[in-house]
């Protein structure tokens, strides 16, 4: 249970599903309710389906490359890091596109929105050190509690409004950096231990 929750706050942090609100009501307004549904639910199977993937493949991935896990954690550190700190920085959380509402769901929203290189990199990462079913469990909840968020919210934006859904962005994306540098740190050491063991 404790490896559950070591990994389902790091990925609700890089889920992010209060910061991606004001870009979805912005994709989907005027939207009717069906296609709404039909949208959220393209968006969450995109997203679980994608994560999965690359969760079982990763690895594989990167020893046919002859990475390390530590080499990753300190790449994926530095990559959440920028992240988050663009988030941080950024006045917006995105840019408004104009998009096909037939493909909405499964591109910008389920990738690279729901399912972007924070959530496959702390996916990975978390995997290596807590295991595959606590990582996937964690990963699938996350992806189905935005897939909530979405479908409510008009209530939720409602209650937050436009500065409240900004400034709980604001505090997730630091959030995310600071477990960026905790996965920078822990990497360096791997890499030190190692260099100093041989």
Known sequence: MKSFWLCFVPLFVAV???????????????????????????????AIAVALVFLVLGKALMDLLGITIADFMVAGGILLFV?????VLATEKAQQHTVDPD??????????????????????LLSNSYG??????????????AGGVFFSSRIIYRFLGKTG???ISKITSLLLAAIAVMIIRRGLFIILDLEIAG
């Open 83 to 87: 992240i988050s700190l663009n988030d």
């Open 132 to 145: 595959f079913v606590p990582t996937a469990t964690a990963l699938i909840l996350n992806i189905l509690l």
């Open 103 to 124: 493909s909405l769901g499964a591109v910008p929203l389920g990738v690279p929105l729901i399912s972007g290189p924070a959530v496959l990199t702390t996916t990975l």
């Open 16 to 46: 992010d599903a209060v910061g991606i609100l004001p870009l979805f009501m912005s994709l989907t307004e005027g939207l009717e309710t069906r296609k709404l549904r039909r949208i959220i639910s393209q968006s969450v199977i995109t």
């Open 165 to 167: 859904a900004k400034t």
